[in-house]
């Protein structure tokens, strides 16, 4: 995926300690900085921990280490 100029890859992680509706307040203030400083958050939700154990039986799925990659590369 190629990313536009002022745009920001992130891999959103909610899951222990930091979990679904903390992670959703700070997701809202991402947004709003990036309103204001005009850029852009592509955001990518991924299992971690707790959250990953319950669904996919890992605390760290595949998917989510791919996520992880791309977006370091990207």
Do not use: C, H, W
């Not at 909610?14 to 992670?23: F, K, Q, T």
């Not at 204001?36 to 039986?57: C, M, N, T, W």
Request: aromatic share 4%; net charge positive; glycine share 10%.
């Amino acid at each position: 995926m190629q990313m536009k100029k002022n745009s920001y890859n992130i891999v959103v992680l909610p899951g222990d300690g930091i979990g679904p509706e903390v992670m959703a307040e700070a997701i809202r203030v991402l947004q709003a900085v990036a309103r204001q400083s005009r850029f852009e958050p592509v955001l990518r939700y991924a299992d971690v921990g707790g959250a990953a154990i319950d669904k996919q039986g890992t605390p760290l799925p595949p998917a989510t280490e791919i996520a992880l990659e791309i977006r370091r590369a990207g």
